[in-house]
Nanobody
């Protein structure tokens, strides 16, 4: 059974940092690109960043470049999202997602598997 389990969300003040984790199981980690999406209340789900588990290629959405850093630990089948200089507009549910045999996924319609999400709330 494919599982993507997010953790690390919480309440943080603006300017602070968080590190989200996505633990993957039930599939061959190296065959997938792992992505982070987010969905704020009343808004569409947005692709934030993704990383190719095989070659380490990374991509970022324009709205998060310079503040978000994605990384992976293949030995632990885990992908991380470091979020710095948090802003109130970063408040959202952050979802981990996976797509097989691709270098890139930042469109929700392209995702094969989803996690259940972790809530990040940034107070001003």
């Amino acid at each position: 059974e494919v599982q993507l389990v997010e953790s690390g969300g919480g309440l943080v003040q603006a300017g602070g940092s968080l590190r989200l984790s996505c633990a993957a199981s039930g599939f061959t980690f190296d065959d997938y690109v792992i992505a982070w999406f987010r969905q704020a209340p009343g808004k569409e789900r947005e692709g934030v960043s993704c990383i190719n588990s095989r070659n380490g290629n990374t991509y970022y959405g324009d709205s998060v470049k310079g503040r978000f850093t994605i990384s992976r630990n293949n030995a632990k089948n885990t992908v991380y999202l470091q979020i710095d200089s948090l802003k109130p507009e970063d408040t959202a549910v952050y979802y981990c997602a996976a797509k097989e045999w691709s270098d890139y996924v930042l469109s929700p319609s392209d995702v094969d598997y989803w996690g259940k999400g972790t809530l990040v709330t940034v107070s001003s």
